[in-house]
């Protein structure tokens, strides 16, 4: 079946502008997490979705970061006002409960930011 | 403070060679899970084995193996036989049940390159 799929693969914008991310979790997942893969940083967790509700926001690196999921589906991670140390490999992964325990995070191929 | 860590950074072999990743994690939870993950040059995180704190049989899967330790807090990962297509870049990652079972804290990684 469809795995994750994230839009666009890559996203080049200048300082300052907005940018949307887009996820499309496996069918049927109910959990959707946002992870940052960045040179400096690694693999951090950035926010998570149970359904379309954000139980824990704590990894989001500031208020310029914001995301949201409709109809327990598509989620859209929106960067304002861009900084060039925003740029990095933006992962979604999706998972049909949200424990680890017992439920696989399956991952997509990822956004390339890269801020100018 | 890291809960994961990977202390090789890069490992180069040449095919047919064994090559043994080392990860050493660091919890006060009871309960825990560790994972292994891969993540050939496509990009896209691909999971490979979920333990839990209370299962220290190790495991084998084909040419790969895994050997937990809770003594020593490490969760290591062998190849036998290495594979060019292995190549990769191998995260291992930790999720702690009685605070966050759903947040995977990953590692570093380690590249592996396998040369024919």
């Known amino acids: 079946g469809a795995g994750v799929s994230q839009s666009p693969s890559n996203k080049v914008t200048e300082k300052g502008k907005d940018v949307e991310l887009r996820c499309d979790p496996i069918s049927g997942h109910t959990a959707l997490y946002w992870y940052r893969q960045s040179l400096g940083q690694g693999l951090e967790f950035l926010i998570y979705?149970?359904?379309?509700?954000?139980?824990?926001k704590s990894g989001l690196p500031s208020d310029r970061f914001s995301a949201e999921r409709t109809g327990g589906s598509v989620s859209t991670l929106t960067i304002q006002r861009t900084q060039q140390e925003d740029s990095a490999v933006y992962l979604c992964a999706s998972s049909l409960g949200w424990t680890t325990s017992t439920d696989t995070q399956y991952f997509g191929p990822g956004t390339r930011l890269t801020v100018l | 403070a890291q809960k994961v860590t990977q202390a090789q950074t890069e490992i180069s072999v040449v095919e047919k060679e064994d090559v043994t990743l080392d990860c050493v994690y660091e919890t006060r939870d009871t309960t825990y899970y560790l994972f292994w993950y891969k993540q050939p040059p496509s990009g896209e995180l691909v999971f490979l084995i979920r333990?839990?704190?209370?299962?220290?049989q190790n495991e084998i899967s084909g040419r790969y193996s895994w050997n937990f330790q809770k003594s020593t807090s490490s969760f290591n990962f062998t190849i036998t036989a290495s594979q060019v297509v292995d190549s990769a870049v191998y995260f291992c990652a930790l999720s702690e049940a009685e605070s966050n079972d759903y947040k995977l804290s990953f590692g570093a990684g380690t590249t592996v390159t396998v040369r024919a």
């Open positions: 979705f149970q359904g379309n509700s954000a139980p824990d």
């Open positions: 333990r839990n704190s209370f299962d220290e």
